[in-house]
């Protein structure tokens, strides 16, 4: 990745907003903020805060009314929807909320995804799924449906294909947002084993419990950064 | 893990949808191939019947007062006197542009005797050539194939008191009726048959041939354009195509095909819309999975290639069941739509036909909806997003 940026991510005067009928909703009324290599950021609101928004923005998913985003130098929006497909398959690990594993695939199959499109050969495929699998502690189960996992696994099979392309920035929505306390636990604890291995990841919460985990914590309220620390 | 992986591992889990599916094709590909089936076994049966029915070019002499009464020729008596063929120049005929349309030449020589007092007419023939030719005739005894043989048609016998075995002198060579000509209710019943060298002999026409009748029934042989080859070939002689029994026939095969082809267009559009509404719904139902492809890097261009490949996999299954299918039912209809006749053989090219049918068909209804597909929004897909 171009290092010559000052931060890893920049968010530059971002609005979005939603046509509702006659009616205008204002998802993100004003954002500016920035996210440096290596940072474990916290994004805490209510319920309909626009927290999730920000982080489809952030990730090149959606496009924002006004505003850029910037991954070092490049403007994720100046890019060509193909392109920011291939910017997404290179640089962004999703945790989607619910875990959003693909029912008919397997554990292995399903961590195998992102290389599905990567002209990697089966064999290394293998390998870089189940040593993902195995830092997250499910190679054993890399044979299973996911309807054959608890709560908890699922999850961890979610981190396991956001990370298995080692992408640069991992966004988190809500990643334990179905789990028990010390699932959720061992989840938080898995994520700040990724960051301090060098992964950059912004997660999505409103559970204030979970911001200790992180570095910084960014406060939305009403579509705005209400507070940043 | 490649695309493909992703589509069958679809198709496995979805195994009700995937088999209504390819049931919805196959029934489809098995009603044309059933059809086309029947239809080719039609035409082949009508074109052996018609085959059998014999000649369907006559070549006789040109000749202003010839009356005519077998196969175009009357021979008057004692002033029977007509510019004959030269036997040695029939090998032309096999020259013609449509020579390969050429089945058999059966060549004949025709003219007047006096058998017991009276005049009786006497036809010599190939026998190699004519008996293949003429599938309705039916002998007592043995047909003639000897030089010295002699076929009596059956109002002659009668006329002529002749019985098998008897003796008969002609042109002072003796000869022995081997068979008697069962009715035809045609002009065979009146004359006497024997080999065609030894009666040119008995009429002194040593070389000559007074008639000729060419079977070249095929399906489709340009019958007008080959008599008007020969007519080129042998100036002096006057062909005549017997086109219209075979063409009102292959009309009548035409008219099922057209009927056939509407019907198998009709089955074969419902199978499609089938496909198209069904694969419609299965993108609509893997909307959130679709999201999630685009959400992790997939281009358009992948989910389509998953949602085609699926189809694929679908229509090459339909075709080649559905050809199967077809051709056990054609199997078990023709005997009854076609008395005597029974199923020949595989069909390559309807197999090859049915297997790229399958294929385009479930290509064609797939098209729409894998790029629905591919233009579905990630974060609309997710909504959890």
Redesign the interface.
């Known amino acids: 990745m171009n290092k010559a940026a000052e931060h890893l991510i920049k968010i530059s005067n971002i609005a979005k907003e939603y046509s509702s009928g006659d009616a205008t909703v204002s998802a993100i009324r004003h954002m500016d903020f920035c996210i440096d290599d290596g940072e474990f950021v916290s994004i805490m609101g209510q319920s309909g805060s626009g927290k999730s928004t920000l982080l489809s923005v952030m990730g090149g998913l959606n496009h924002p009314t006004r505003g850029v985003v910037y991954l070092d130098t490049m403007d994720v929006y100046a890019l060509s929807n193909e392109q920011r497909a291939d910017f997404r398959s290179e640089y962004i690990g999703f945790i989607f909320q619910s875990y959003q594993l693909i029912p008919f695939l397997t554990v292995l199959e399903n961590v195998k995804l992102p290389l599905a499109i990567t002209k990697f050969k089966e064999k290394l495929q293998d390998e870089m799924a189940l040593s993902v699998l195995d830092q997250v502690g499910l190679v054993d189960k890399a044979h299973r449906l996911p309807d054959q996992l608890s709560g908890g696994e699922q999850e961890r099979v979610a981190i396991a294909r956001a990370i298995v392309n080692k992408p640069p920035i991992l966004l988190a929505d809500e990643p334990t947002g179905n789990l028990d306390t010390k699932t959720t636990m061992d989840i938080m604890n898995t994520l700040q084993s990724l960051n301090e291995e060098g992964l950059t990841i912004i997660m999505v919460t409103h559970n204030p419990d979970l911001c200790r985990f992180s570095g910084r914590t960014i406060h939305v309220r009403d579509g705005q950064c209400h507070d940043d620390a | 893990?490649?695309?493909h992986?992703?589509s069958f591992?679809?198709l496995?889990?979805?195994k009700g949808k995937t088999i209504f599916l390819i049931t919805g094709l196959l029934i489809g590909i098995a009603t044309i191939v059933t059809l086309l089936t029947i239809t080719e076994n039609m035409s082949r049966d009508i074109e052996e019947r018609l085959d059998r029915f014999g000649a369907n070019i006559v070549m006789v002499p040109k000749s202003e007062n010839l009356s005519l009464s077998y196969g175009g020729v009357t021979v008057g008596g004692v002033n029977y006197t007509i510019e004959e063929f030269d036997e040695n120049r029939l090998g032309a005929l096999r020259e013609i542009e449509n020579a390969e349309n050429i089945g058999i030449i059966a060549p004949k020589v025709l003219g007047p005797v006096e058998i017991r007092g009276k005049q009786v007419l006497l036809m010599g023939i190939d026998p190699e050539s004519e008996l293949p030719l003429k599938t309705w005739w039916h002998f007592e005894g043995v047909p003639p194939s000897h030089s010295t043989d002699l076929a009596v048609g059956s109002e002659a016998a009668k006329a002529l008191g002749l019985a098998i075995g008897d003796s008969v002198m002609l042109g002072g060579k003796n000869f022995v009726v081997t068979a008697i000509l069962q009715p035809t209710g045609a002009a065979e019943d009146g004359i006497v048959i024997g080999e065609l060298h030894a009666i040119q002999g008995v009429l002194e026409k040593p070389g000559k041939i007074s008639l000729v009748e060419i079977s070249a029934f095929c399906n489709g042989c340009p019958i007008t354009e080959m008599a008007l080859q020969i007519a080129e070939k042998f100036p002096n002689a006057r062909v005549n195509a017997l086109k219209q029994a075979m063409m009102s026939k292959m009309q009548s095969i035409d008219m099922f095909k057209s009927f056939s082809y509407g019907v198998a267009a009709l089955v074969i559009f419902i199978g499609s819309l089938l496909v198209f509404v069904t694969m419609m719904g299965s993108v609509n139902e893997r909307t959130?999975?679709i999201g999630?492809?685009?959400?992790?890097?997939?281009?358009?261009?992948?989910v389509m290639r998953i949602i085609m490949i699926e189809a694929i996999f679908i229509g090459f299954l339909a075709g080649l069941l559905g050809f199967g299918v077809g051709r056990g039912l054609a199997w078990i209809v023709i005997p009854f739509v076609i008395p005597g006749s029974s199923l020949s053989g595989l069909s390559g090219t309807l197999g090859v036909v049915a297997l790229l049918l399958g294929v385009s068909l479930s290509l064609l209804a797939s098209l729409y909806p894998a790029l629905k597909a591919s233009k579905l929004d990630?974060?609309t897909a997710?909504r959890?997003?």
């Open positions: 893990m490649r695309l992986n992703i591992n679809n496995r889990r979805r959130r999975e999630i492809f685009r959400a992790i890097g997939f281009r358009r261009g992948h990630p974060t997710l959890a997003i």
